[in-house]
């Protein structure tokens, strides 16, 4: 019912900044509570932010706290993901992922998470 791809991927330097949007569609859009996951070579996937259905709460992982911020336009069917000071330690393929229903939190477990985008890559060279 929902779909989501990512886009805004790419390969940056250290200290750089990148932009990650995340576009839903679907026969019937609900305004669902959206997260930021990311996963690299060799690592299980780990939580990286999330936003509530509204864009008024948010919650995001110690290692990207004062870095990222993820933020939403329901407007525009979409969730981003600004990623500042990027570090090599960024690099991983970065997924977004939806929950169920409208009334349901912004959480850090991904499997909290029902619907999911295929990966955009994040490449952060020294």
């Known amino acids: 019912q929902v779909q989501l791809v990512e886009s805004g991927g790419g390969l940056v330097q250290a200290g750089g900044s990148l932009r990650l949007s995340c576009a839903a569609s679907?026969?019937?859009?609900?305004?669902?509570?959206m997260g930021w996951f990311r996963q690299a070579p060799g690592k299980e996937r780990e939580f990286v932010a999330a936003?509530?259905?509204?864009?008024?709460?948010?919650v995001a992982a110690d290692s990207v706290k004062g870095r990222f911020t993820i933020s939403r336009d329901n407007a525009k069917n979409t969730v981003y993901l600004q990623m500042n000071s990027l570090s090599p330690e960024d690099t991983a393929v970065y997924y977004c992922?939806?929950?169920?229903?409208?009334?349901?939190?912004?959480?850090?477990?991904?499997?909290?998470?029902?619907?999911w985008g295929q990966g955009t890559q994040v490449t952060v060279s020294s």
């Open positions: 936003i509530n259905w509204s864009g008024s709460g948010t």
């Open positions: 992922a939806a929950r169920s229903a409208r009334n349901q939190a912004a959480t850090m477990n991904s499997r909290d998470y029902f619907y």
């Open positions: 679907g026969r019937t859009f609900s305004n669902f509570a």
